[in-house]
C-alpha cells in the first residue's frame, strides 16, 4: 500500500490538517465507523481514547472536545475537503471522497 498522497492535495494544507490528533482521530473514526456520526458521538470516540468513561474527569474532557471540534478541527477539516459538516442543524459529520482518499494512503498514525 502506497504512503504517498496524492498530488491533488497541497502537501502543506494536509500536514496542517494532520498536525492536530484530533483531527486524526476525526478522519479515523469516521472510516471505521463508515456512517455519519453527530458532533456528540464524535467527540466521545475521542475523548474515550483520552480518558476512560467512568473517569471524574471525562465528562470535562468530552466537553471541551465537542467544544473545540465544533469551532476549530471540524472548520479545518471541511477547508481542506475531507469531511462535511453541518454546524447550523442536524452537527452532523461525514468523511468526503478527499477524505477517505487521504486516510487510505496514510500509515497508522
Not at 461525514?94 to 494512503?105: A, P
Request: charged share 30%; net charge negative.
Amino acid at each position: 500500500m502506497s504512503t504517498e498522497v496524492p498530488t491533488e492535495f497541497n502537501l502543506d494544507r494536509v500536514h496542517e490538517i494532520l498536525a492536530h490528533e484530533y483531527r486524526r482521530s476525526t478522519l479515523t473514526c469516521l472510516h471505521e465507523r463508515t456512517e455519519r456520526l453527530s458532533l456528540e458521538e464524535l467527540a466521545e470516540y475521542i475523548a474515550k481514547d483520552i480518558e476512560p468513561a467512568g473517569n471524574a474527569r471525562y465528562d470535562e474532557l468530552n466537553e471541551r472536545i465537542r467544544i473545540q471540534l465544533h469551532h476549530s478541527h471540524l472548520p479545518k477539516l471541511v477547508a481542506g475537503g475531507f469531511v462535511e459538516y453541518d454546524s447550523e442543524t442536524s452537527h452532523m459529520v461525514e468523511l468526503t471522497s478527499d477524505g477517505r482518499e487521504l486516510i487510505s494512503r496514510q500509515p497508522n498514525w
